[in-house]
Nanobody, 121 residues
């Protein structure tokens, strides 16, 4: 099993940057594909990015491509989401998720509680 805890959210102005972290428990972090999702109030959860177990394969939603970067440090059991050029429409609760298999469509097995990101105009 995997427990996930996000951190690094906060309030930033449009055009600013923020770095989210997702810390995983246990010693099997490197076995899991990791993903980031976001959900704005009143809207459905939206895929943001995912990264393979070894960090080689990465995939981004079109809405964040070129602005966000997903990365991981398996030695620290942590996955990151670097968010640059933030827009007000990026405002949402951001949650990380873990999946044992890298597939399309991607199925996730574990979810974190999320961290709030608010981008002001």
């Amino acid at each position: 099993q995997v427990q996930l805890v996000e951190s690094g959210g906060g309030l930033v102005q449009a055009g600013g940057s923020l770095r989210l972290s997702c810390a995983a428990s246990g010693r099997t972090f490197s076995d899991y594909t990791m993903g980031w999702f976001r959900q704005a109030p009143g809207k459905e959860r939206e895929f943001v990015a995912k990264i393979s177990r070894n960090g080689i394969m990465k995939y981004y939603a079109d809405s964040v491509k070129g602005r966000f970067t997903i990365s991981r440090d398996n030695a620290k059991n942590t996955v990151y989401l670097q968010m640059n050029s933030l827009k007000p429409e990026d405002t949402a609760v951001y949650a990380c998720a873990a999946a044992y298999y890298y597939t399309s469509p991607q199925k996730y097995d574990y979810w974190g509680q999320g961290t709030q990101v608010t981008v002001s105009s």
